[in-house]
């Protein structure tokens, strides 16, 4: 479905060879859209010549095992969407455990054990269990998503995402007809989570958030372990964490270690908080404006002094295509 429907903001999926895709790289790094991506391409011939700026660090051998079997495909980047330098989204994060500025996370982050590490699958499934990483990831092969992320906050990126579609771990467990939705909870670890034990801390830890089975369930929606062809660094939510690109950065939980089937929409972080301001919803929507600023434009990222890079907002962030089916008959002002 997402591949094959060729709309012009997508960037096709072809089989090309690695001197294509060296010659791509440079149109694709000026954001055109239409580059031929390779699929299951060996790691050294389209990573290396597409994120060869990043440096790979330690890679834990689940993730290393299943590099040359990914396929990297870029989707949904469109004629304007240059990919967001790695710098940028590694240095410009909201991951509140850690702090409140947008670089506590990339000072802090490093502070969290990420091995070992498992994630909880329980309540409405056949299945439910506990597993680790390389066990939740199954026999599945990794994807590489090229998505927008717009936070609420009206700033945005272009992030390559590596990762496999919820849809696949959550067939795995068997949901039962009593499953509506999906629950999901970060880590509780205030020993290495600075905003966990902050005072002052708005948020009811561990932070929560929460989908509809049948957005759990969308193409779209990706559970990410890597990110320009490397792991998760842990300030992007390592080792796993959601990616739901037509919704509000905030849907898109770091570092998650339990996954809930449940009967009831479940209360998440920011409605909590503030549920004038937030909803559960959180769709991306140009016309319906935060009560404090406008949600019409967005600042793309990076911005410098010279420029604000101010671009204007698409409804369900540019994915109406593929998502607007899943809310037809809902009044998006009153569901927001
Ligand atoms: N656990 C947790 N997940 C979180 C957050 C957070 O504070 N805690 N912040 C959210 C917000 S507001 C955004 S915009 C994105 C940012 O993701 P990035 O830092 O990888 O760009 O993560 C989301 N996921
Ligand atoms: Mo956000």
């Known amino acids: ?21 060296y010659h791509a790289r440079r149109h694709f790094m000026a954001g055109v859209a239409g580059l031929g991506m390779a699929a299951a391409l060996p790691r ?34 469109g004629e304007n969407d240059k990919l967001t330098p790695f710098n940028d989204a590694t240095h410009y994060n909201n991951f509140f455990e850690f702090g409140t500025g947008k670089d506590d996370p990339y000072k802090h982050a490093s502070e969290m054990t990420t091995e070992p590490w498992t994630i909880e699958i329980d309540g ?22 090229i998505y927008r992320l717009r936070c609420v906050e009206a700033w945005s990126m272009v992030i390559p995402w590596m990762g496999v579609p919820l849809s696949a771990l959550l067939k795995r467990v068997e949901p039962t007809s009593d499953a509506k939705y999906v629950r999901f909870q970060t880590l509780m670890r205030p020993e290495e989570m600075p905003g966990q034990r902050s005072r002052f801390g708005l948020i009811n830890w561990p932070y929560q958030e929460g989908l509809r089975m049948d957005e759990a369930m969308h193409p779209l929606t990706l559970l990410s372990v890597g990110m320009y062809g490397r792991v998760l660094p842990n300030q992007n939510g390592a080792p796993v964490r959601l990616v739901v690109p037509w919704k509000y950065g905030f849907k898109s939980i770091k570092s998650i270690v339990r996954i809930s089937l449940v009967k009831e929409q479940p209360p998440t972080a920011w409605p909590t908080i503030n549920a004038n301001e937030y909803g559960f919803y959180s769709n991306v929507n140009p016309d ?3 009560p404090r600023w406008s949600q019409a434009r967005e600042r793309r990222l990076p911005n410098s002094l010279f420029s604000t890079n101010m671009i204007d907002t698409q409804m369900f962030n540019g994915y109406g295509d593929e998502v607007a089916s899943l809310y037809k008959g809902m009044d998006l002002r009153k569901y927001f």
């Open 288 to 290: 319906v404006n935060h």
């Open 44 to 77: 050294s011939a389209w990573a290396a010549s597409q994120y060869d700026e990043v440096e790979q660090g330690t890679r834990p051998e689940w993730f290393a095992s299943r590099l040359d079997k990914t396929k990297w495909k870029a989707v949904t980047a």
């Open 124 to 145: 409405e499934v056949a299945k439910p269990g506990t597993l680790d990483v390389n066990q939740l990831l199954g026999e599945q092969q990794l994807e590489e998503r």
């Open 1 to 21: 479905m997402l591949i094959k429907t060729r709309k012009p903001h997508y960037i096709g999926e072809n089989e090309v060879t690695s001197e294509s895709v």
